[in-house]
C-alpha cells in the first residue's frame, strides 16, 4: 500500500465537524446581517452582552456555577496555546505519548476532546487514546505532562473505554480557610449517608457516608487530620442530643478531643481506660449481633433502641503500635474484629494516625474511606490510599509544611478508583462550643455531676 496521507481539507472538514460551533456561530452572524442588517445585528449582541453582565454582577452564584465554567473552558481551550494543536502535539510527543504509523512514518496525536472548567484553579481534558495505549502510560507521563502543561499537578483518571481524563491543577484550588455549614436544629435534618467535611478541587461539596463505614484519617503533624472528626462530630450534634448516636471517645493524648468528654458516651485517656473502652465497644457489637439474631434482621436499624456506635480514636498509633505491650495486646485482640464485623451492627470507626506502616495499623485496608492529609514520605501516600495512587496524581508528600494548608488531602473516588485533592473545613473553638452545646443533653449533667 501507499504511503499517501489524508488530504489538508479532509482534516479540516474532520475538524469542523467535531467542532460545530466554530461554523456554526460565523455562520448565523453572516445570515443575521445579510436579513437584518448591520445595525440590528449590533444590536442584539450589544443586549445579549447587556444581559450577561447583568447576570454577572446580580446573580454571581449562578453565574459561577452555570456560566463562568464553559467560559474558562473557551478560554483555556481556545485562547491560550496549551491545548492548541501546535503546542498539545509538541507537549505528548516529548512526554512519549504519541504513535507513529509504520507504513507511512505519520505522527498520531492524542486528540482533546473536550475541556471543562469547574474551578478557576483546575481544569478536566478529556482525551481519546490513540491505538495501542493504555492508561497506564499517561499516568507514568503524569509528571512530565505537569511540566509540559506549566500545572502544579496532573490526574489520571478512566472515563470509558477509549477516553480519559486528565485533572490538570494549576494553582492551589483551597486558597482560603473552609467554614463549617451551621449544625442543624432537627436530627430529620441529618443525613449520616452524606456527611459534610469541606470541599473538592472541583468546587464541589465533599460529603462522605459515615453510617455503615470506617474512615482512617493519616497525616503528619499540623496536617489538619481531626478537621475531619469535627466534622463528623458536628454532623452528629442533633443526633447525639436525641440518643441515637453514641460517642466512644479514645484519646491518649488528652488534648484537643477532650472537648468531646462532656458528650460522649464513653470517654478514655490511660492505659487501662483505653483497653477498657474498646473492649466493651466490642462487647455492646456482639450485643448487638445477637439482638439482630433474635428479631431476624441482617443490619440494624438507626433507633434510641440501637443507636448509631461512633468510635473515635485519635493517635490511632499510639494504641496500636507505640504503647505499652499491655495497650497494644488489649487493643489489638478486638479490633481487627471491630473493623471487620461493626459497620452492619450499627458500629463506625474514626481513627486518625501519623505513620500507616503495617507495623503500625496492620488492619488499614479495613477502613472503607481513607484520607490522606500531607504526608511525610511519598510511600504513605501508596499504604493508605491504595497502589499507584501517587503516580496517578496523589501527591500528599509535596503539600506544603504550613499552616495555611492544614486540612488539605486526597481521597479515592469510589466509582473511578481516582483521587481527588479534597480539603476539610476548619472548625474553631467557637464551632467545638456550639458543638457541645447542641449535642450535650443529659451529658452535660452528668459531667457537672462528676461522672
Known sequence: MGKRTQGWEWKVAGWAARHPGFVAAPAAVAASVAQLGPVTTGGVAAGALAAGVGWYRGHPDSWSALAAPKLRAIRRRWLSRTYLGPWWSRVT???GLVTVNRRTGAVNVPRIIR?????????????RLLLGQTMKVWEEAAEALAVGLNAERVGVERVRSQVIALVVQRSEPFAEVIVPPDIPADADAVSLANVYLGETEHGTDWIAPLIGQHWLVTGATGSGKNSVTWMAARACAPLIRDGLVRVHVVNPKGTELNALRPVSHRYAETDGDIVEVIQEYWATMQARKKTLAEQGRRTFELSRETPLDLLVIDELGAVTGYGDRSLTKG???VLPLILSQARALGGSVIGA???PTKDVIPQRDLFSLRVCLRATSAGHVDMVLGDDMRRRGALADE???VPESAGIGFVVKQRSRTPMRVRAAYCDDSDIRELVRVAGWPHTELAAAGR
Request: proline share 8%.
Open 93 to 95: 510527543e516529548e512526554c
Open 115 to 127: 475541556i471543562r472548567s469547574h474551578s478557576p484553579s483546575t481544569e478536566t481534558v478529556y482525551v
Open 399 to 401: 503539600i506544603p509544611n
Open 331 to 333: 487493643v489489638q485482640a
Open 353 to 355: 494516625l501519623q505513620e
